[in-house]
């Protein structure tokens, strides 16, 4: 875990947790373009667009539908090595990500950024795009998340995916999922998130009009 930018104090009113691949990172041209290059480098003819459209879950998962299963590590850590050099320059921005730190930041509250990407990467993604985070953690998803989000004081998480609701429910956080990856706002509300936005746009009108003095309420 990383602190990118230490508070001056334990003082904040309240922290919120963001998923970072779809939620603050457009990260759907950079997956791509690794999974292209492993393809090129192997023979393995991978549809990249069905790999975008399962972004979320942990690196293994996804080279399981293309690797055999003795394969996979080694492939993992190719996949790891080729990271920084091809995907970090083809990441962006998710609307409205960095408005949304912004808004946290302004009514005196800590970021603290949770990814089911690795440490390294994580870091590095965050750092490319200028993200303001108080720590960021890589290497988790769905309820694994949750120790990290409860060591932070997490009161509320911030994701695309049901995994990140499964992470909010674990850290007894308000789970409020942005319909920005593969999960409509249909399917995320069957799921059970508390709360449903179109996309990071409308977080600081949300985090403005439901945060109360004794924490948060999703209605």
Not at 60 to 68: G, K, M, R, T, V
Not at 124 to 147: E, I, N, P, Q
Not at 157 to 182: K, N
Request: a negative charge; zero cysteines.
């Amino acid at each position: 875990m990383l602190d990118l930018e230490p508070p001056a104090s334990s003082g904040a009113s309240f922290t919120v947790g963001f998923d970072l691949d779809l939620t603050l990172a457009d990260t759907r041209a950079a997956i791509g373009a690794v999974y292209a290059a492993l393809a090129a480098e192997t023979g393995v003819p991978i549809d990249t667009d069905q790999v975008v459209g399962r972004i979320g879950p942990p690196l293994e998962e996804e080279l399981a539908y293309w690797f055999p299963a003795d394969e996979v590590p080694v492939m993992a850590a190719r996949y790891r090595a080729i990271y920084p050099d091809v995907a970090i320059p083809a990441t962006g921005l998710m609307p409205g990500a960095v408005a949304a730190l912004d808004a946290v930041r302004a009514r005196g509250g800590q970021v603290v950024v949770v990814s089911g990407k690795n440490q390294a990467d994580t870091e590095r993604t965050v750092r490319f795009l200028g993200l303001r985070a108080d720590a960021v953690v890589g290497g988790l998803f769905g309820a694994d998340k949750g120790a990290a989000l409860r060591a932070h004081g997490a009161d509320a998480y911030i994701g695309d995916h049901t995994g990140d609701v499964d992470a909010a429910r674990a850290a007894s956080a308000v789970a409020v999922a942005v319909a920005t990856g593969a999960f409509d706002s249909a399917a995320l509300t069957a799921y059970g998130a508390d709360v449903v936005l179109p996309d990071l746009l409308a977080f600081p009108e949300w985090l403005g009009g439901f945060r109360t003095v004794g924490g948060f309420r999703t209605a």
